[in-house]
């Protein structure tokens, strides 16, 4: 067994995980990075579109020329990365987490002070949304189809069903379209695209790739390989309209119909867990239920453009910092999610700080000219927010001024009803 | 007209319909045409009841009978048929004909014998019929009518999983049942108590009668419990439980993992296992069996023993030895995360007299891994490929079961599968030797309580072949055990830590929701496994969270690279996993 110790361990070598370490190693500290796989740069080496990258660097970049801008930075900082490295356990004791990871250079025992956590998001599967019918051949996620795409070259198949309108979904139905894929349709519940306007645009409308709204797979048919699915319409509430049953021929269908947090190993560890988000609970720091484990990028809850979630991970470095300099919190104020709010992080405001407080939030409706509010436990407006529109496939950033929480026990976000 | 035909006829008149029958031994073949699918099982069932009868074939028809697709299988055989006739493979004391957990046990159990056996499959694994969709539990017997073979081999079965765990090396628990008596258990005769009746009897006199029909079916250990007793095993139970019956001998079990450690050591022992092999006709010389004949060729035989499943009944046909229909019954199962082992210690279901037309008993069971299961149920389908799940079936089960523990977290579902029993219409396991072919016995209509029997069938089996003659000296070469594929997941970190430094692929964790590593996918490859499905049912990789979302695409690059096949040409379980180049391109 080898034994490790350091000040700071980042598990995961995505984006998130990436900044969180580069910017601790700046910062000057001793600094893991953990990655299960092989490579550094987490899905994003499989994201050969580009687009990535234009708040933080203002360019349109590639997944991957993206993630080397942090990977050239983590092996000039002398961060210690340890790839192909799966964490096992990890046990909290006070001052000090040791965390015990598999890799085929034997087993790794790590004492640290602090740890981030960066594992990122899994695609929800057909067993989720409970699709009925087989379980041939020829059912995959999106993510997966990108990477065999892209890395290695394959086409999962010819006549193709994608189901999910969200930006993996669209991205995926033009590197299909452009590789090869003879028939393709994507269909989703929704009124309409459930992703970024420019994917529909670049993705969709560019190459004429056909779509139906308000449609949902009932059933996959075929005994080996799927052979089609069962399409059937769905209203408002995506509730399946009796008689709209239509069999589409197909040999493969795609899903991508959301991502989940990897929350599963820090409910383990204890900390708590937002049924909303599928992440954890966080201060305004990143740092989770659990003190000195800090949580940050499509784990506490999926971004929508990877700079918002090296954004999380930078804010994070900052709280890991004021956590391994011992300083103080003062108390906590508790953050809401008031009405028409699907998820809002953080989840509480603790440490003292001068700093405006970035918080991010998901709307459950579509509104144009929309005001949010942010109200305090007795009601009284704290600010009001204006957005040209809001709806739920766009993740809403707003900068709080700290001043405004001062003497604050809750305050609440909500869209305002005019 | 004898009395076993005024019977039939009797039954026969109480349908619309023009349906004429024939006796043969003691075996009823029906003809003629009915409405819906449903009447013809229900007629086969009503026949099967008659006592003195052996076997129902239905050749009744029901309206959409698929006509063309028998004929096509028909067909399809009768080419493969005259192609492979001629081609010998080899020449065997004892073909097997399916490679699900009564092949298979029936394998191992005669290779303790210096004999030469072959099992053929036609699929590319064993254990891909009901043996893999299985819910793992081995029933403890109280089910089971008196006077049937179920009865009798389930009891001893369940006896026997001790020595053949230890000896094949998988995993098995006595876990225990525990059947609760609830509100709900006799709803339908609580209009002829009154209130507080109905709750004695629920309470003190219903749980006797359950105890009572175990003891009297041979069950030991059956106790009663009331109250906190049963709350102190089951925490998480209804609390309007009044009582439950508890059964300690009760297990639960991996069917496929069971399966596949019994064709090992078969094979070990020197049995022949050809996969992708599938029976197309026999060659016979009057009425006995001289040779197999596959779509490899053919096979040269002295015995041929049919557990060919749900196929049974075609298998027999084609031997000339058709005594019964199978009529296939699906069974649907909901797998729930490993989060949620914790909530449950026993199998569990809720007593509810008369039991559920679709869902014969059923409840909550833990399975050997960790997960909990729920279901199944019972369905009749007219096609036995009907694996299929519908969203209906998932909404059912969750209500239909979730009286058992109401705060079940329902939403950690990960996956449902449905597979298909194969009962007869005569409802009892029949094994015995073909009353028409000299040389051929039937192991068929091996529903439920298959699994738990399983041990005592393949023991049954072997006595039936030697009363047909058949010679067997023992093989002083015989092991009887088998290891197990060592699982990552369940070692001590020393131990890993030293299996890393003889070999690093133990430390390339592949599998991370099953902890399952690159060296355990090798073993399992080396072991035979070359397909995505088999690779799982093997090592547990892809059974977890993500239901293989991340891990699918690093196993197939572990097929491809070991087997030496490109990565489009792997396959999930009978098909390819992916299409192929992009561009239509060579990679």
Not at chain 2, 317 to 335: S, W
Request: aromatic share 8%; net charge positive; with cysteine.
């Amino acid at each position: 067994m080898k034994a490790y110790n350091y000040d700071v361990v980042v598990i995961g070598g995505g984006p998130s995980g990436l900044a969180v370490a580069t910017k601790l190693a700046e910062k000057g500290y001793k600094v893991a990075l953990i990655e299960r796989k092989d490579e550094l740069g987490g899905i994003l080496d499989q994201c050969i579109h580009d687009g990535f990258g234009t708040k933080l660097f203002n360019k349109a970049l590639s997944g991957p020329e993206f993630a080397s801008v942090f990977i050239n930075k983590a092996e000039t900082l002398g961060i210690g990365i340890h790839l192909n490295t799966y964490v096992k356990n990890v046990e909290i004791r006070e001052n000090e987490k040791e965390i015990v990871a598999i890799s085929p250079h034997g087993i790794k025992n790590i004492k640290t002070k602090a740890i981030v956590y960066a594992v990122g998001c899994r695609e929800r599967h057909q067993f989720e949304i409970k699709i009925g019918g087989t379980r041939p051949a020829g059912v995959y996620t999106a993510g997966m189809v990108q990477r065999l795409i892209n890395l290695y070259g394959i086409l999962p198949g010819k006549n193709i069903l994608i189901v999910g309108g969200g930006d993996v979904g669209m991205i995926v139905a033009r590197h299909l379209y452009l590789e090869g894929a003879e028939n393709l349709l994507i269909v989703f519940p929704e009124k309409r695209f459930a992703g970024l306007p420019r994917n529909v645009q670049q993705c969709i409308l560019d190459f004429g790739i056909p779509y139906q709204p308000q449609t949902v797979v009932k059933e996959i048919i075929g005994k080996e390989r799927v052979e089609g699915a069962i399409l059937v319409r769905v209203d408002e509430k995506w509730k399946p309209i009796p008689g709209t049953e239509e069999l589409y021929p197909c040999d493969t269908i795609i899903l991508s119909v959301g991502l989940i947090p990897y929350s599963l190993k820090l409910k383990k560890i204890g900390a708590k867990i937002d049924p909303r988000t599928k992440g954890p609970e966080i201060n305004e720091f990143f740092e989770t239920t659990i003190e000195g484990v800090f949580a940050v990028g499509n784990l506490v809850q999926i971004f929508d453009y990877v700079d918002d979630a090296v954004e999380s991970a930078l804010i994070a470095a900052d709280g890991v910092e004021k956590y391994l300099n011992q300083e103080p919190k003062e108390k906590i104020i508790e953050f809401v999610p008031g009405k028409y709010i699907r998820a809002l992080i953080p989840h509480r405001i603790e440490w003292k700080d001068d700093r405006n407080i970035i918080a991010f939030f998901r709307a459950n409706i579509e509104k144009e000219n929309a005001h949010i509010e942010l109200r305090d436990e007795n009601g009284n407006l704290l600010k009001r927010y204006f957005r040209r529109y809001i709806r739920p496939s766009t993740l809403e950033r707003i900068e709080i001024p700290r001043e405004l929480l001062q003497d604050k026990r809750q305050v609440t976000l909500n869209v305002s009803e005019d | 007209m004898s009395s076993l035909e005024s019977k039939v006829a009797k039954i026969l008149k109480r349908y619309p319909y023009d349906i004429t029958f024939e006796i043969n031994d003691k075996i009823v073949f029906l003809y003629g045409n009915v409405e819906k699918y449903k009447e013809w099982v229900e007629i086969g069932l009503r026949i099967g009841k008659i006592k003195g009868i052996d076997g129902v074939v239905n050749k009744i028809k029901w309206r959409g009978f698929p006509e063309d697709r028998f004929k096509e299988k028909e067909e399809r055989r009768r080419m493969l048929f005259e192609k492979n006739r001629e081609k010998v493979i080899g020449e065997y004391d004892v073909i097997i004909i399916g490679g699900g957990i009564i092949g298979t046990a029936i394998a191992r159990e005669l290779s303790r014998y210096d004999i030469k056996i072959a099992l053929l499959e036609k699929a590319s694994d064993i254990a891909t019929g009901a043996s893999k969709a299985n819910n793992g539990m081995i029933h403890p017997g109280v089910a089971p009518p008196r006077n049937t073979l179920k009865r009798k081999l389930n009891i001893r079965g369940n006896a026997m999983y001790d020595k053949w765990a230890e000896e094949l090396g998988f995993k098995f628990k006595r876990v225990g049942s525990l059947w609760l008596i609830t509100p709900r258990t006799l709803i339908r005769y609580k209009k002829y108590l009154p209130g507080p009746l109905y709750r004695v009897v629920l309470k003190y006199i219903f749980p006797w009668v359950v105890k009572f029909k175990g003891m009297r079916n041979g069950v030991k250990g059956i106790k009663i419990l009331r109250g906190k007793e049963i709350f102190r095993l089951e925490p998480y139970v209804t609390k309007d439980t009044l009582a439950a019956v508890y059964v300690p001998s009760t297990g639960i079990v991996d069917s496929y993992e069971v399966t596949i450690a019994l064709a090992e050591n078969a094979k070990e022992n020197g049995v022949e296992i050809h996969l992708k092999t599938e029976v197309v006709g026999f060659l016979k010389e009057k009425n006995i069996i001289k040779g197999v004949v596959t779509n490899k060729g053919v096979f040269l035989c002295k015995y041929v023993v049919n557990a060919a499943g749900i196929y049974a009944d075609e298998i027999a046909e084609l031997a000339g030895a058709r005594e019964y229909t199978i009529h296939p019954r699906k069974g649907v199962e909901l797998m729930f995360h490993k989060d949620t082992g914790g909530l449950i210690h026993h199998c569990l279901s809720e007593l509810v007299f008369p039991s559920h037309p679709t869902s014969k008993g059923g409840g909550l069971n833990p399975t050997i891994h960790g997960n909990v299961m729920w279901g199944p149920t019972a369905v009749e389908v007219p096609d036995k490929e009907d694996t299929s799940v519908k969203r209906e079936e998932i909404e059912f089960v969750l209500e239909r079961y979730s009286t058992i523990i109401p705060n079940f977290p329902r939403e950690q579902m990960i996956r449902y599968f449905a597979g298909v029993r194969a009962p007869t219409f005569t409802e009892d396991f029949i094994i015995r030797p073909a009353k028409w072919v000299k040389n051929f016995l039937h192991v068929a209509g091996i529903q439920s309580p298959g699994l738990a029997s399983a041990p005592a069938i393949a023991e049954y089996a072997i006595d039936k072949l030697k009363a047909m003659g058949l010679e067997l000296k023992e093989n002083p070469l015989f092991n009887p055990r088998r290891n197990p594929i060592p699982a990552t997941a369940e070692m001590s970190i020393e131990e890993l830590d030293k299996r890393i430094m003889e070999n690093p692929k133990w430390g390339n964790i592949v599998c991370t929701c099953e902890l399952v590593s690159e060296a355990e996918i090798i073993e399992a490859i080396n072991r035979g496994a070359y397909t995505l499905d088999a690779i799982k049912r093997r090592t547990r990789a892809g059974m977890g969270t993500c239901q293989g979302s991340y891990c699918t695409l690093k196993i197939a690059e572990i097929l491809s690279r070991e087997l030496g096949v490109p990565l489009n040409d792997i396959l999930k379980e009978e098909s390819k996993l992916f299409n192929g180049p992009v561009r239509g391109e060579a990679p």
